[in-house]
């Protein structure tokens, strides 16, 4: 079944303790993205990568690493989560450029941090 | 930077009342698409507008991209509570995206 899956679903964790949410999709998709869900916010977009090896900042970098070995992984890393990293963080996957092509979407990460 | 404002935040409607949300842009459009996002769920996709003027049907959904490319609607004829959700608009080009802030339709049977 074409997806794209995010691991973990569900995460509480701790001020300044590293985590990695992991992003996988098995539809052979170039472009990828991460996204956090804030309520009255939308979707806001974090990084981007338009190919492997291809990474850029989107709205709201800040506090956010990414990178993209594979062409199916794009994994999302917070080196020292901070409170207001408190969100619902979703990644999508597209066929080419993200304004082209439909964008599908991970179930989502609900991450807290205390 | 490009911004997309959505309106209105929030629509609670009694079923079979018409819905519609609006975006609008600051500047010109090169496409628009629009997703539902269901209570707990993630975005769903469910069109692509491209051209100006272009208007598009899905059953009780109505979709039009403005002649100006900057403006775009999404009119739900006779909501049905199955229509609860939240509506985004996305836009973009090479790879930066934008989504509208959403609005959430409530409906009451």
């Known amino acids: 079944e074409a997806q794209v899956t995010q691991n973990p679903r569900y995460l509480i964790t701790v001020t300044g303790k590293k985590l990695t949410v992991t992003c996988s999709q098995n539809?052979?998709?170039?472009?990828m993205s991460w996204y956090r869900q804030d309520p009255g916010l939308g979707l806001r977009q974090i990084y981007y990568?338009?190919?492997?090896?291809?990474?850029d900042k989107g709205d709201v970098p800040e506090g956010y690493k990414v990178s993209r070995k594979e062409k199916r992984n794009f994994p999302l890393i917070l080196e020292s989560p901070s409170p207001n990293q408190t969100s619902l963080y979703f990644c999508?996957?597209?066929?080419?450029?993200?304004?082209?092509?439909?964008?599908?979407f991970g179930p989502g990460t609900r991450l807290t941090v205390l | 930077g490009q911004q997309v404002m959505q309106i209105p935040q929030y629509q609670h409607v009694q079923e079979g009342e018409d819905f519609t949300t609006y975006c609008n842009s600051s500047?010109?459009?090169?496409?628009i698409q629009w997703y539902k996002q269901r209570p707990g769920g993630h975005p769903v996709f469910l069109i692509q507008?491209?051209?100006?003027?272009e208007v598009k049907k899905q059953k009780r959904l109505t979709f039009q991209f403005g002649e100006a490319k900057k403006n775009s609607s999404l009119h739900i004829t006779a909501t049905q509570t199955t229509d609860v959700g939240t509506y985004f608009c996305?836009?973009?080009?090479?790879?930066?995206?934008?989504f509208g802030q959403g609005t959430t339709l409530q409906v009451k049977p």
């Open positions: 999508a996957s597209s066929l080419r450029s993200g304004g082209v092509d439909t964008q599908y």
């Open positions: 507008l491209v051209k100006s003027g």
């Open positions: 996305l836009s973009g080009n090479t790879g930066k995206l934008i």
């Open positions: 539809m052979n998709h170039e472009y």
């Open positions: 500047t010109t459009l090169s496409n």
């Open positions: 990568s338009m190919n492997v090896e291809v990474t």
